[in-house]
């Protein structure tokens, strides 16, 4: 009875969205958990809502090296149901061994997006992203560049890559029925 198997197997999911800044994570982790009736997690609102304030004022603070521990500590203790989906931040796979344990503890999944699209996306969110917020139009486009090269080696881990132009929950949750 495959269907049965495939049906038990799904009960055991916990998915990673990874990916870039403005690639669209949280915005399908949303949709996504809701069409499967799975928790969510949006690891940024997480640790948002642990530090009572903003990561950008964090960063301020204490500077983006405590905000990568800290980052990690949470990713690897939040409480999650077995079913869930989670929203992780565009650094979460790049520091510490948090890629390798993702895999270890659930399906990852790379949303990737050329810089164009990332550049255009992100001009309008990037007061709430420490890492962007004094950059103009053309930094935040070589910043992108830079920053996307040096982090592929750790996206392209994940046990799936998705091109994220027009991406919707649909074509993920279709990805993650072809998996279980
Ligand atoms: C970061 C991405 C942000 C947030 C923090 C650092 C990064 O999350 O975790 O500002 O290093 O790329 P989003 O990818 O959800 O914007």
Redesign the pocket.
């Known amino acids: 009875m495959p269907w049965l198997i495939q049906g038990l197997s799904l009960l055991k999911m916990r998915i990673f969205l990874i990916g870039?800044?403005?690639?669209g994570?949280?915005t399908l982790a949303k949709k996504l958990s809701a069409k499967l009736g799975y928790q969510l997690v949006d690891?940024?609102h997480e640790i948002e809502h642990k530090l009572g304030q903003s990561?950008?004022s964090f960063?301020d603070e204490k500077g983006e090296d405590a905000?990568r521990k800290l980052?990690s500590e949470m990713l690897k203790t939040l409480n999650y149901n077995q079913n869930t989906v989670v929203?992780?931040?565009?650094?979460?796979p790049?520091f510490f061994d948090n890629m390798d344990w993702m895999n270890a503890t659930g399906h990852t999944i790379y949303i990737e997006m050329p810089v164009t699209g990332l550049a255009s996306r992100l001009q309008g969110g990037k007061a709430s992203?420490?890492?962007l917020k004094d950059l103009n139009q053309q930094e935040i486009q070589k910043y992108i560049e830079q920053?996307l090269s040096d982090r592929q080696k750790y996206y392209q881990k994940a046990k799936s890559i998705v091109n994220g132009i027009n991406l919707s929950a649909d074509d993920l949750r279709a990805l993650i029925l072809s998996n279980s």
Request: glycine share 16%; with cysteine.
């Open positions: 870039f800044m403005g690639c994570k949280t690891l940024d990561i950008a960063f905000f980052e929203a992780t931040g565009g650094g979460t790049c992203r420490p890492l920053k």
